[in-house]
């Protein structure tokens, strides 16, 4: 399956275009498809992210940061599909409703948002989400600022998480793991020495 399949035939240059033009005209194929939906909510987080720290040091960042876009445009491809369905229970017996693993990934990705100096990365859901009540852990890898007590940092974003799936989902979560996996600098201005 290659990304644009998982992104309802569209790439994620065409994905960026759209946003670029500030999605005029309206295309409905993006806007009612689900996996669209997360690549685009992911890439405007990114360039959020990454706007913020370019206003500190626009070259300097662009030089430093290139790896780093890449590595998370490619965590946004493989989680904008959807993924297993995680059944969600109803009082009526006919009724079947689920949300998808994808959406699940960016309800984390947003709680993540919540807690300022750390950015997330990689999400996974690792147990059977698709049998109600079996036990789930969530991993989530993610960087912080330098200088920040990541421990507390951790401790923050390990609660917005929980408060998050405890609110959207009914799985079992059993553990969140966080892996801090990497720190970010915001760039002192060219011609200003670091204190």
Request: aromatic share 2%.
């Amino acid at each position: 399956m290659t990304s644009s399949d998982a992104l309802a035939g569209h790439t994620f240059e065409e994905l960026s275009d759209y946003l670029d033009r500030d999605r005029t005209p309206a295309d409905p194929s993006i806007d009612g498809s689900p996996e669209c939906q997360t690549a685009l909510s992911g890439m405007q987080r990114l360039r959020r992210t990454h706007r913020d720290l370019l206003l500190k040091d626009v070259q300097l960042e662009a030089e430093r940061e290139d790896s780093w876009v890449t590595s998370i445009l490619q965590h946004i491809s493989l989680e904008a599909r959807a993924g297993r369905d995680i059944p969600i229970s109803h009082p009526s017996p006919t009724a079947r409703v689920s949300v998808t693993e994808g959406a699940v990934r960016g309800i984390l990705r947003a709680a993540g948002d919540s807690v300022p100096n750390i950015i997330v990365g990689r999400c996974r859901l690792d147990g059977d989400v698709t049998a109600p009540g079996a036990p789930v852990t969530v991993r989530v890898d993610a960087t912080v600022l330098q200088g920040e007590i990541i421990a507390s940092l951790a401790d923050q974003l390990r609660d917005a998480l929980y408060a998050a799936l405890r609110q959207h989902t009914e799985l079992a979560v059993e553990s969140v793991d966080i892996t801090i996996r990497d720190l970010y600098q915001i760039p002192v201005p060219a011609g200003e020495s670091e204190q």
